[in-house]
């Protein structure tokens, strides 16, 4: 934690660029293992990484002094990294042959050979085909729910929607998935 985060913050809000530099490199590997989490490609990540960052910079003034600086950053990451995400449609992109080569690297440590390559591949193409018959609300509750591993409470901060809408896209959401899943599977 950086010595003093209020008085921090209060600087970068003023233009101090050296102090939101401070700010950066404490925040910096969380907020791109969130974003990462969130896309799972790297160059994506680093972008939306850049962008949340930018967000706050121009934020700065706005930010409630007193406040936790790194959950309403982090809010700020996830709005943007769930709008670029819809907006680039990677949800409708087949796994790539990059991803391949990291999925590889994760099932001879995850899974210890219980899996073939061929069969995890199989399975994330089933799960990215349903993403995209879902609706750009559903996807956001399950990228911030599973790929973010936010609470109900936690997404709907980050929405700005009650927690009972929370709950009731995920319920749907999760029963859609389950029936696209097994029409896939049949």
């Known amino acids: 934690m950086v010595p003093c985060e209020d008085e921090v913050i209060r600087r970068a809000a003023q233009g101090d660029q050296q102090a939101f530099r401070l700010l950066w490199e404490v925040h910096h590997a969380v907020v791109m293992a969130a974003a990462l989490r969130l896309c799972h490609h790297r160059a994506l ?32 990451l996830y709005r943007h990294a769930l709008d670029e995400i819809e907006r ?59 790929g973010a591993d936010l609470t109900e409470v936690d997404i709907a901060q980050v929405l700005g929607l009650p927690i009972g809408t929370v709950k009731s896209r995920l319920n749907r959401t999760r029963e859609r998935l389950r029936l696209l899943l097994a029409d896939e599977r049949e």
């Open 45 to 76: 990540a680093e972008d939306i990484t850049q962008g949340a960052f930018l967000l706050a910079w121009r934020g700065l003034p706005r930010f409630q002094h007193g406040k936790p600086f790194r959950p309403w950053l982090m809010r700020i």
């Open 88 to 146: 680039q449609g990677i949800y409708r992109h087949p796994v790539s042959l990059d991803e391949v080569g990291e999925l590889e690297g994760q099932i001879s440590s995850d899974v210890s050979g219980e899996r073939n390559l061929q069969a995890w591949v199989a399975e994330r193409e089933q799960v990215r085909q349903a993403l995209v018959q879902l609706t750009a609300d559903q996807r956001r509750v399950i990228a911030l729910r599973y």
